[in-house]
């Protein structure tokens, strides 16, 4: 069993940035792929970014890519994703992910979830 517990989330201005935190117990964290989603009100739920066990493969969604940053420190079973230039179609619900041994894109791919942290982004 894997929980994950995630942070960092809150209200920022557009242009900003945030830095998300999630922190995993159980589980081989060093072997395994993690990845963030997120939500909109009236939106289905959404890939962001994911990264391997090792942190050699990163992948990131159309709508991210080159603003957010996907990282992780094994020692401290932590996965973080770095939020700039935020926009205010980034506001969501931001929830990490634990894939296990695979890195996916794909939502299906990810057996257990956090709780979610929201970043709301206003003009």
């Known amino acids: 069993q894997v929980q994950l517990v995630e942070s960092g989330g809150g209200p920022v201005q557009a242009g900003g940035s945030l830095r998300l935190s999630c922190t995993a117990s159980?589980?081989?964290?060093?072997?395994?792929?993690m990845g963030w989603f997120r939500q909109a009100p009236g939106k289905e739920r959404e890939f962001v970014a994911a990264i391997s066990g090792g942190g050699g493969i990163t992948y990131y969604g159309n709508s991210v890519k080159g603003r957010f940053t996907i990282s992780r420190d094994n020692a401290k079973n932590t996965v973080y994703l770095r939020l700039n230039s935020l926009k205010p179609e980034d506001t969501a619900v931001y929830y990490c992910?634990?894939?296990?041994?695979?890195?996916?894109?794909?939502?299906?791919?990810?057996?257990?979830w956090g709780q979610g942290t929201q970043v709301t982004v206003s003009s």
């Open positions: 159980g589980g081989t964290f060093s072997r395994s792929a």
């Open positions: 992910a634990h894939s296990g041994i695979v890195t996916t894109t794909k939502e299906e791919g990810y057996r257990y």
